[in-house]
């Protein structure tokens, strides 16, 4: 078999586990579908725990069905969109499903981003509606003047509580910051009130697989945050593929950990939808911190918990993990970036599960490649393509070329779960998909002859830092701006803990004086945290390319020297 028909016969195939298809025989059902299906499966099943109050799949499809005909009162038709601002909490998964429901267009956006981030999202998507915390309330009523969105809904931590916590919650929440009073202001509605008012609309937009069911936005290595847009299709098929890569877990009897957000792709697939469409309970974690994370483990029995590296590091270095009974735990989907050795043991002794490692990218739902969970899971490796995903490693040079088995190169990927493209740019999405349908993913990697994959080394600047992709340019804008800085560009550097950290190289003009913390507290004021550099060191040059382009590249090269390399996966 040559190199080239190893990809095109996927030779990866062969090494699937025992029960996993080659090809998953796709039903075309709609996302909020799912939610209609185990409703009538399991009424009476808890669908989400959040802070230990539980609402079963039937309270959960009722709430939806209200929630979707307020947004539907609030002027919302089908290929309007609604933006959701907020953590893991229940009506996170409301407006998602009713805004759906209703054929509306999804957008998902970090609670931790900072106004200017968020400004530039809300105006490209054109937003109608916006649904976010009371915390964040009166920011976004101020902020709502510099976009299109009219409509604001707002929801409290304490909204769904069990009623020992909901008695003493306002007193907590105060002394712990956990709740705002919101100023009162035109077409600002409070959630419970809106889902009080109105009745169940249960009737369904005539939305097709091939309509836009979401916008999720992805920074740009060499522009602003790009909207990516992804179909009723790549949310379902993505669903359905998770479900035939794990054929060992059954409908109702399972227990999800909703740790990851929601609002990246990666925990809206793999935790949200995944445990929707199988029945099974999901119990929320807003804060995902080694404590929260631990009580929820402990106290819910989760046996299915996608995380990543930071979770499971957190989880193993804190002091009460060895008084925990974590054994309930079967099966373990990592991604973000790649997991040590010694972690994935130790967790696996500890708690007797099996760790999956995978990789994707937002513009795929995110979902490609997988480690197999019953069959050779290979340390290192991002594993195998899953079901109907074609990989091709091709030449950095001339991607008509495939490289052979085991030759670095370009990862091209195709499938159901690649996006649309991006929103508004149709430059980028020439650029980005090829004409015969393949994502060209920016990562070099490798594929061995039993058809797992690697990755070892990346074309973009892109930064995953806890999980969360940061897009140096972002920050070289914000330091750009500052009165006293001539010249700047951030890059990623090893994190023992987060897997990479953002480290900002500064030449200050001439006769100006800062220090690190100056720099960092800058930045605080204009980006979201995980994104603030951890480390700032001052030159008085950069490495330049004949065109005056900085080689970060060569910095970052340097930077990784210091320590082992890593490859990078979800």
């Known amino acids: 078999m040559s190199d080239a028909s190893a990809y095109g016969e996927k030779i990866w195939t062969e090494s699937y586990a025992q029960g996993v298809p080659r090809h998953v025989d796709y039903q075309d059902i709609l996302i909020p579908q799912y939610l209609e299906l185990s409703a009538k499966t399991f009424p009476d099943n808890p669908a989400l725990i959040c802070h230990g109050y539980a609402m079963t799949f039937a309270q959960l499809n009722d709430t939806v069905c209200r929630f979707a005909a307020a947004l539907k009162k609030f002027g919302i038709k089908k290929g309007d969109r609604v933006a959701i601002l907020l953590p893991n909490v229940i009506p996170c998964v409301v407006a998602y499903y009713a805004t759906l429901k209703i054929g509306g267009i999804v957008v998902f956006h970090n609670p931790l981003y900072a106004d200017r981030e968020l400004e530039r999202q809300f105006r490209d998507s054109g937003a109608k509606c916006l649904i976010t915390l009371?915390?964040?309330?009166?920011?976004?009523?101020?902020?709502?003047?510099?976009?299109?969105?009219?409509?604001?809904?707002?929801?409290?931590?304490?909204?769904?509580?069990?009623?020992?916590?909901?008695?003493?919650?306002?007193?907590?929440?105060?002394?712990?910051?956990?709740?705002?009073?919101?100023?009162?202001?035109?077409?600002?509605?409070?959630?419970?009130?809106?889902?009080?008012?109105?009745?169940?609309?249960?009737?369904?937009?005539?939305?097709?697989?091939?309509?836009?069911?979401?916008?999720?936005?992805?920074?740009?290595?060499?522009?602003?945050?790009?909207?990516?847009?992804?179909?009723?299709?790549n949310l379902s098929y993505q669903v359905q593929q998770l479900e035939a890569w794990f054929p060992e877990f059954v409908k109702g009897r399972e227990i999800m950990l909703g740790a990851l957000p929601f609002f990246h792709v990666f925990g809206m697939s793999t935790s949200m939808n995944y445990a929707i469409k199988m029945g099974w309970r999901n119990v929320l974690v807003p804060k995902p911190q080694s404590e929260p994370l631990l009580e929820a483990i402990s106290k819910f029995k989760v046996s299915f918990a996608p995380m990543v590296p930071t979770m499971f590091i957190g989880i193993l270095e804190h002091p009460d993990m060895k008084k925990l009974d974590l054994s309930s735990i079967k099966a373990c989907f990592s991604g973000s970036a790649p997991l040590p050795l010694d972690i994935i043991n130790n967790f696996q002794k500890k708690t007797d599960s099996i760790i999956v490692e995978g990789f994707g990218m937002t513009e795929c739902t995110p979902v490609t490649h997988v480690n197999p969970f019953q069959g050779k899971r290979v340390v290192g490796s991002i594993g195998l393509p899953i079901p109907d995903t074609v990989c091709k490693i091709v030449d950095l040079e001339d991607r008509d070329r495939q490289m052979p088995i085991g030759e670095p190169g370009e990862l091209l990927i195709k499938g159901p779960q690649v996006m649309k493209g991006y929103l508004n740019q149709p430059d980028a999405t020439a650029r980005t998909i090829t004409q015969d349908g393949f994502l060209c993913s920016g990562d070099i990697a490798q594929m061995d002859e039993n058809g797992y994959f690697y990755i070892v080394d990346r074309i973009k600047d892109m930064i995953i830092s806890s999980g969360y992709s940061v897009y140096p340019r972002d920050i070289d804008e914000v330091l750009f701006e500052h009165p006293k800085i001539l010249e700047a560009c951030a890059i990623g550097i090893p994190h023992p803990k987060r897997g990479e950290a953002v480290k900002a190289f500064v030449i200050l003009k001439q006769g100006e004086t800062m220090t690190e913390k100056e720099v960092i507290d800058y930045c605080g004021t204009k980006l979201a945290k995980y994104k603030l550099p951890v480390v700032v060191e001052f030159r008085k040059d950069l490495p330049k390319s004949d065109v005056g382009k900085i080689l970060k590249k060569k910095l970052r090269t340097k930077e990784y020297n210091k320590q082992s390399p890593f490859s990078v996966n979800i």
Do not use: N
């Open 134 to 233: 009371d915390l964040l309330a009166d920011r976004m009523v101020k902020l709502r003047k510099k976009t299109d969105i009219t409509t604001i809904v707002y929801t409290s931590i304490g909204d769904y509580l069990p009623l020992v916590k909901r008695l003493f919650f306002p007193l907590a929440a105060a002394r712990k910051g956990l709740v705002k009073e919101v100023t009162p202001a035109p077409d600002l509605y409070k959630f419970k009130d809106v889902i009080a008012q109105y009745v169940p609309d249960t009737s369904r937009a005539d939305a097709t697989m091939d309509d836009v069911a979401m916008y999720q936005y992805t920074g740009g290595t060499t522009g602003a945050s790009k909207g990516v847009m992804l179909t009723h299709r």
